[in-house]
């Protein structure tokens, strides 16, 4: 089992940043692929970003290329997601995923999830 916990999202004006954290327990955090989603009011949850459990190899999705970034650190067992300029269409609630590969997948097919954590940008 791997427990995930999802920190810094808050509200933020247009054009501003945020670093969003998820924090993993459990199993050994550099054997996961990992991912951020996330799902908005009325709409499906999208992947934004994906990583391989060695951090080799990032995929980001078009929406968000050039302006967010995923990293991770498996010394300290966190994922992390850089977003700049934001954009109102950014928000929604993000969740982290872990899935037991060392590879990502685009797909919704994680096996662990956070709780999510809520990004508001202001117009």
């Known amino acids: 089992q791997v427990q995930l916990v999802e920190s810094g999202g808050g509200l933020v004006q247009a054009g501003g940043s945020l670093r969003l954290s998820c924090a993993a327990s459990g199993r050994t955090f550099s054997l996961y692929a990992m991912a951020w989603f996330r799902q908005a009011p009325g709409k499906e949850r999208e992947i934004v970003a994906a990583?391989?459990?060695?951090?080799?190899?990032?995929y980001h999705a078009d929406s968000v290329q050039g302006r967010f970034t995923i990293s991770r650190d498996n010394a300290e067992s966190t994922l992390y997601l850089q977003m700049n300029i934001l954009r109102p269409e950014d928000t929604a609630l993000y969740y982290c995923a872990a899935r037991n590969t060392p590879g990502y997948t685009t797909g919704g097919d994680y096996h662990y999830w956070g709780q999510g954590t809520q990004v508001t940008v202001s117009s």
């Open positions: 990583i391989t459990s060695s951090g080799g190899s990032t």
